[in-house]
Every structure is written in structure tokens, then in C-alpha cells.
């Protein structure tokens, strides 16, 4: 199977997120979780292009100031997925029906400990809200479960995976 490539954006206002509640589309392997914004690559798109158009479709909003903050990979069995990780503080325009989901504004803190979000999910989600630099994640998962975790080429044990996604 082929790489895939994503961008992902989480929109910051007043301590929140935007998040998509993800529950629109019968085959979406992301179905009633939550996560931020964004999509697949168009061909010729470089990860800027896909996110601020992602956003825009997505919700609405021109992005005007946002920054790259990790790249993220994920394997499960035969599938592989490599994923550009925005936030954004600055934006314009209004927002949209979502044809994926609905759109809301979460606090932070409430995103990582009490939504239905990827195990993963959680962990890039701390970093970033503890100010983390841009960091490299590597994510294994076997059957929807994560199993082995690579922040910035260190390899976490198990008690540190458990420890970060609970």
C-alpha cells in the first residue's frame, strides 16, 4: 500500500481548539472520534497548501497565521500514514457546516483527557500544549491499538506509552 500524506490543524482561540467531532461519513476510519482539521494531499500541494486549504474547506476560515509543529507517522498492519502537524492562532472569515462532522470549540486541556480521540492523538496533543518545538512522533499501532511510540528518535517503554494515553 501507498504512503499516505496529511496535514492536520488544530486552531487556537481563548484556550481552545477547534475540533471536528467526526461523524458524518459511514466509512471514515476516524468515525465519532474527535481530532483538529485537515486532509489528504492534492497532487502538486506542499504541506502548506493542503492545510490552508483543508481549513478553508473544512470550516470556513483563511488561515493567517499558523505554524508547522511536528511531523507525525503512523503504521497499522498494511497501512501507513505520514502527517504534517499545524496550530494556527490567526485567522479570518466565518465559519462553515462541515460536511465531515461538526465543529467545536474545546478547551485544551479537556481535548487530551476526556474526548474520544487516537491514542496517539493524546500524546501529540500534550506536546504541543506543554510548548513542545517541533518534534518527530513515530506511531505504531496494531488493530486500532497503539503499541510503540518514537518522540524525536527515542523510543518509549511500555509504561511510558500506558502513562501517556491514559
Known sequence: M?????????????GKYLMLHRTKKQSDPN????????GHFEKGESPE????????EETGFELTDYKLRGVVSFSDNDWYEYMFLYSAQGFKGEMIQCNEGDLEWIDKESAVRDLPIWEGDRIF???????????SLKLRYENKILKRVVLDGKEWDEQAVRAAVS
Open 31 to 38: 468515525r465519532d472520534l474527535w481530532m483538529g482539521v485537515g
Open 125 to 135: 496533543l500534550r506536546l504541543m500544549n506543554e510548548g513542545r518545538p517541533f518534534f
Open 49 to 56: 497548501d493542503c492545510v490552508v486549504r483543508e481549513v478553508r
Open 2 to 14: 501507498d504512503n499516505e500524506l496529511t496535514t492536520l490543524c488544530y486552531i487556537e482561540k481563548d
